[in-house]
């Protein structure tokens, strides 16, 4: 496609349920960029993938976030057990990564909501 | 840790003025920065970007420049509209050892009064 999709763009559920997010990045792009967003606030970095693998996973808040990737392409982030402190937009955002310093393009975001 | 901060989180500005949003940046070695636009219930946008040998780049209505010798990055809108009402993001990319990390400021939120 020609940008970054996000599925779903709204997630409500409750608490202790698990939850699975979506990233569909632009074509070609090798590195997939997780970030959350609560409300009001910046962006806080989650996970990042270069190709299948996620060199740095450094921002995950804890061992219910996990996150995989697929032929490159393809990306869902996952909460187990969810709490609601985890209730922000989760977004993602991708880029051709070839050196140093490349733009990244977000997606639109999904809005989680745990009850 | 490494830190990219906003002097200023809330900006007003009359319909028609010029606006200045500033960014303050901690790693001397940061050699590409991008200014980002995000609108209620969007993603961020990308506007500009600039590197770090240059000074001054020039968009369409905005302009970035680059201080490196006090580690500061401006944005400046030109005859600001109601459209431009927005959180702007700073970010400063660390080039790490597997790849680029962006790290973002707090936000400035720019609204424009008509």
């Known amino acids: 496609g020609a940008g970054v999709s996000q599925s779903p763009s709204n997630k409500v559920t409750e608490k202790g349920k698990d939850v699975e997010l979506r990233c569909d990045p632009i074509s070609g792009h090798t590195a997939l960029y997780w970030y959350r967003q609560s409300l009001g606030q910046g962006l806080e970095f989650l996970i990042y993938?270069?190709?299948?693998?996620?060199?740095?996973k450094s921002g995950l808040p804890s061992d219910r976030f996990s996150a995989e990737r697929t032929g490159g392409s393809v990306s869902t982030l996952t909460i187990q057990r969810t709490q609601q402190e985890d209730s922000a937009v989760y977004l993602c955002?991708?880029?051709?990564?070839?050196?140093?310093?490349?733009?990244?393009?977000f997606g639109p975001g999904t809005r989680l909501l745990v009850l | 840790g490494e830190s990219v901060g906003l002097h200023l989180p809330t900006l007003s500005v009359q319909e028609g003025d010029n606006s200045i949003i500033n960014c303050a940046y901690s790693?001397?070695?940061?050699?590409?920065f991008i200014w980002y636009k995000q609108e209620s219930g969007k993603g961020p946008q990308f506007i500009i970007d600039?590197?770090?040998?240059?000074d001054k780049r020039q968009g369409q209505r905005v302009t970035v420049l680059l201080n490196k010798t006090v580690k500061h990055l401006s944005l400046q809108i030109a005859a600001t509209q109601p459209g431009d009402s927005a959180v702007y993001f700073c970010a400063e990319n660390l080039y790490m050892e597997y790849g680029n990390k962006l790290v973002f400021g707090a936000g400035t939120i720019l609204r424009v009064k008509s």
């Open positions: 790693n001397s070695a940061s050699d590409y």
């Open positions: 993938f270069q190709g299948n693998s996620a060199p740095d």
């Open positions: 955002a991708s880029s051709d990564d070839r050196g140093r310093g490349e733009t990244q393009y």
């Open positions: 600039i590197r770090s040998n240059m």
